[in-house]
C-alpha cells in the first residue's frame, strides 16, 4: 500500500522560508514522478513543483526562484525548500506521487501560513 506523509508546515511571517517534507512508503521515489500541490478554500489544487524519476525538476511560474523541490531516495523522502514566502503562498499543500500505468496517491496536507 502506498502511503504519503506530509509535514512542516508552519506559520511564518513574510519573507521567512520553511521545508516540507514528504515521506513516502510502498513506492520508490526514484522511479515514480512525485510533486507538491497547493489549495486554498474555494480554489483548485494547484501545481508548485514536480521532481520526477529521473530527477527532472520544473515549477510554477509563481513560485519558480524561490522553492525548490529535492529528494533523499535513501529515505524515499521528498523535500520542498520555501524561500522569500508571502502572504499567497498561504494554503495547504500536498504531495502527490505518480507512476505510469499505477494509481495516483496523494497525502493528507499540511498547513502553510504566511503572515504580512
Known amino acids: 500500500q502506498v502511503r504519503l506523509v506530509e509535514s512542516g508546515g508552519d506559520l511564518v511571517q513574510t519573507g521567512g522560508s520553511l521545508r516540507l517534507s514528504c515521506a513516502v512508503s510502498?513506492?520508490?521515489?526514484?522511479?515514480?514522478?512525485t510533486g507538491w500541490y497547493r489549495q486554498v478554500p474555494g480554489k483548485q489544487r494547484e501545481m508548485v513543483a514536480i521532481?520526477?524519476?529521473?530527477?527532472?525538476?520544473d515549477y510554477a511560474d509563481s513560485v519558480r526562484g524561490r522553492f525548490n523541490i529535492s529528494r533523499d531516495n535513501a529515505k524515499n523522502t521528498v523535500y520542498l525548500q520555501m524561500n522569500s514566502l508571502n502572504p499567497e503562498d498561504t494554503a495547504v499543500y500536498y504531495c502527490?506521487?505518480?507512476?505510469?500505468?499505477?494509481?495516483?496517491?496523494w497525502g493528507q496536507g499540511t498547513q502553510v501560513t504566511v503572515s504580512s
Open positions: 510502498g513506492r520508490p521515489i526514484g522511479r515514480s514522478d
Open positions: 521532481i520526477s524519476s529521473g530527477g527532472t525538476t
Open positions: 502527490n506521487s505518480r507512476r505510469p500505468l499505477n494509481p495516483t496517491y
